[in-house]
């Protein structure tokens, strides 16, 4: 399509995908250009003895076999199973290329988005032609409450892919799918028993990854056949037990390393997560300098008399009067030095430092678990508004979400959670909070346990929580999860009153819609909801999702798709009778209704279309509240020429059918 000469106009594409459907498929992405490059550019498929690591053949053989198109890698944690899943769909691929002739496979990774994380519905899972899927449930598995009747769905959808030229990898762990069930699903199992070596995995990250060829002599953990040269300085941190994972993220931080001595120091220091200057900072300080060193890790970039004043208020202490006391003692220059700190200026930073404020606050979190209240009221004045961190927000929000994924426990995410009821009532804090949890929902280990606290934390009656939890929804975590973010919004915009917890539920809605490709999904789920008797959750989504004043992007593309489409029509015209039936929203409907006469006199909407659905509407509801008020006016109510020129558009035949004989109550002009 060529759109030209549009400077002044705005385009509305509807898309003949917003419509009614009975199933909703998962959410997929592409699998990223990295993970791709890793296992077609630095593929390792030998073991620390020179054996062979068959899981990503063993795959191969599966998928390529006369029976499902799908393979199941199971093991535990730290073998390499994603990787060999993604190696095993991409050698597939090239498979389809060189022998069948055909076009490389599309290569996507699906989100485990279930509305019930207990009960997988199968049947949404993407089945689009010649497309490679892989799917992790390494966690989510644990959850299933009737793993059988999962995993054989599961066959039967490889079954259905093979038809369509399609492949399907599962990533599990090692001991939830249920093999020994029936020869059907143990067949289907491929089970990851040996490790790439991680030498020649960072070797091979340096040398084709990052193209570094020349630091993988950092790496040689034997001397040349000649006796020449030296062992590599960094080769004693991977053992033969090391994880694929530890080994490619060393090969990070050497080839993010500057050229010198001190620069490979530094990516020692951060692959081993500075625990030995940790340990040294804290045995070799008072409580004073390690207050310091916490505020630093916090306020990282400030002015150095902010970090000192900010952690004399962590200890609970005044500013010092006495002036032998204050002159007693190194300077603060000195201190802050002491505990690692770099000085610019007035500025004190530990940033040169990758990974050491993780390190140190994972270090006070284990070491000293008193500290956890008081801290988290700590972070409180930090934030607040006004207060020296509210710029670092997001830095701190990472440090706490990071310390929760590192130590793998939720009890940390419910800590912050605390956090909500005793700190500061701020919309700062409010969005530090949500923050964390997205993070944390998106995580790989931890992140199907907090989103399990999500659900929970939704339906309750507590309007802080329930605003958060609605903050979380209308952001990153809907993009990955959208439908177990509308389950939660759902539970939210339940709630009896229009509090601040619902408007954010709404707000996230219409955030949530105007994703790309999003709206179609969120459209379906919400006519749903507008059909189920006394659902406030349906009517209020509904008339949040058509209300244009925070842009009319869903109306307009909803209203051209109705135009086309009659289930789209009928659906917006079964969604205003429900609403219009529930006297909860009458003041929402007759907002909208409002809202609804000015887009259609700016020419926003299609004014005919506009008149006519409301035309059908209100036929049935006229004598309803916000009908009525907008149609025959209300006392004391002057509304303005947009409205007016509505109502002189509806067929007054119409209306007059269903008025009461007697004096007419109302006009045009009113």
Partial sequence: ???????????????????????????????????????????????????????????????????????????????????????????????????????????????????????????????????????????????????????????????????????????????????????????????????????????????????????????????????????????????????????????????????????????????????????????????????????????????????????RRLLGKEPLQDVEAILTGPDLATRLRAIGAELSGRQATIDHKPGYAQAVLNHVWQQRPDIHKPLLKWLDTVIAPGGHGASRLAAISDLLVELAITENDVRIIDQVRAWLDKGTKTSQHEELIAGVFTKAALADALGAKVRTRLLDWARSDEERLAKVVALVCGGEFATRYPRQALVRLRHILDRPEPDAAVRAAEAAVRALAVQPGQLSRVWETVIRWTTEQDHLAGHRAFLSLLDPRDGAYVLQVLIEAASSTPGVRAALLQGWHAALADVRVADQCHDLMVAWAHVRADGLVPSDLVTDILRQVITKHVYSSPVAALIFGEPGVQYDEPVIALRKDLHLSILEQTMPSGPEPWSFES
């Fill in 1 to 311: 399509m060529d759109v030209r000469d549009v400077k002044s106009s705005q385009i509305i594409i509807a898309g003949g995908n917003v419509t009614v459907a009975d199933r909703q498929r998962l959410t997929v992405a592409d699998i990223s250009q990295s993970e791709l490059e890793i296992v077609s550019k630095a593929w390792v498929g030998t073991d620390s003895s020179g054996g062979s690591v068959m899981t990503a053949s063993d795959a191969v053989s599966l998928l390529l076999s006369k029976g499902p198109a799908l393979a199941v890698i199971s093991g535990a944690s730290g073998y390499g199973k994603r990787t060999a899943g993604i190696r095993a769909l991409w050698e597939v691929s090239q498979h389809r290329k060189s022998v069948d002739g055909g076009k490389p496979l599309a290569l996507k990774a699906v989100y485990p988005d279930w509305d019930k994380q207990e009960a997988p519905n199968i049947d949404s899972m993407p089945d689009a032609p010649n497309t490679a899927y892989l799917l992790d449930i390494s966690t989510e598995i644990s959850y299933w409450e009737k793993p059988d009747e999962a995993a054989r769905a599961l066959v039967t959808h490889g079954e259905k892919l093979r038809h369509v030229g399609s492949y399907l990898v599962v990533i599990v762990d090692d001991h939830s799918w249920p093999e020994t069930a029936s020869g059907t699903l143990g067949r289907v199992v491929v089970r990851a028993e040996s490790r790439p070596a991680p030498h020649q995995v960072a070797k091979n990250h340096l040398e084709f990854l990052y193209r570094k060829p020349e630091r993988v002599c950092w790496l040689n953990a034997t001397l040349p056949p000649d006796g020449s040269g030296m062992v590599g300085q960094a080769a004693h941190l991977l053992t033969d037990s090391s994880t694929p994972a530890d080994a490619a993220r060393l090969a990070g931080d050497l080839a993010r390393a500057e050229d010198s001595r001190e620069g490979l120091s530094t990516a020692l220091s951060t692959f081993k997560q500075w625990r030995e200057e940790v340990n040294t900072a804290f045995a070799q300080t008072d409580p004073a300098d390690r207050a310091l060193l916490i505020a630093t890790l916090f306020l990282s970039g400030c002015e150095a008399t902010t970090i000192h004043d900010a952690s």
